[in-house]
């Protein structure tokens, strides 16, 4: 029997399914340090894992490794250069996620256009004896300008929720989306500086790369109007977390919510101390349903990956197709 590691706790009747086809090394605890990892990966044929790095280091020590499954969209924790160099199948779980993604945008950039998290905390003080109108004003969010950063699958879903709220849609991205993706959304292009000082609401859902490491920092935060807020779902390490804090502290915008941090679990401790951020311990997924199809789908890319199940040999979502069938090295 074929061996694997699942690196991380995941919904028990995922590794039953898993058990019928592999001997399965279950790591129900903590996420493995990079050297316990790298020693439970030496004898495995897959991995299933939920962001744990996996670069020369763990491959090298692992020589049969042919694939591993990662239990989400985004692959930064892949260096996918050492994936191709040794011929190593990388897989992720796109799409499930795409609606209960966006609905999460959605909530956390309500949340923080209507100082949702600060009101509560307020009233739990016993800070709330009277009514007053200036109590906790926010910013619109029906009529505005909502800017995404990002234009994929998920960038589009929460595009198409926007029509709702009667918003005007910019967006920024790599390249543009097909005309007719445009028109469905009703979303013009604009340059990522265009965009940052056009919209109310600007919503981060971009993938992260070396490339895009801080692309929201001091200087973007100078181009935003002083009334919008920022939402990221996208990845820690994009925005500049310590400048985010400052231009929350100086009011340079009015608000943020953040789901991701850089080097999170743990959050800037200059971020805990400003009022007006919406903090989130990276949950924009995790419904029950959506959570089981990604589970569900890690573990189908990596039975056909490994050759077993019904679509051996063709697993759904490989990222670096181009090794499939070539002798690892
Ligand atoms: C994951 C995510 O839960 O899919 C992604 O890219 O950010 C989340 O849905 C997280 O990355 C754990 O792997």
Redesign the pocket.
Known sequence: MQKILVA?PIFPDVIERLKQYFDVDWNNGDALPADELARRLADKDGAL???DPIGAAELAAAPKLRVVA??????N?FDMAAFNAANVLGT??PDV?NET?ADFGWALMMATARRITESEHFLRAGKWQKWAYDMMLGADVYGSTLGIVGMGRIGQAIARRAKGFNMRVVYHNRSRVAPEIEAELNAEYRTKEALLREADHVVLVLPYTPENHHTIGAAEFALMKPTATLTN???GGIVDDAALAEALRERRIAAAGLD?FEGEPSVHPALLTVPNVVLTP?????SEA??RA?ANLAADNLIAALGAGPRAGRPPNPINSAVMGKTRS
């Open positions: 991380r894992t939920a962001g990662n239990m989400a969209v985004g692959y924790n992720n779980t996620l993604t779902i996208a990845r991701v990276h949950i924009a997924s995790a959506t959570r990604m």
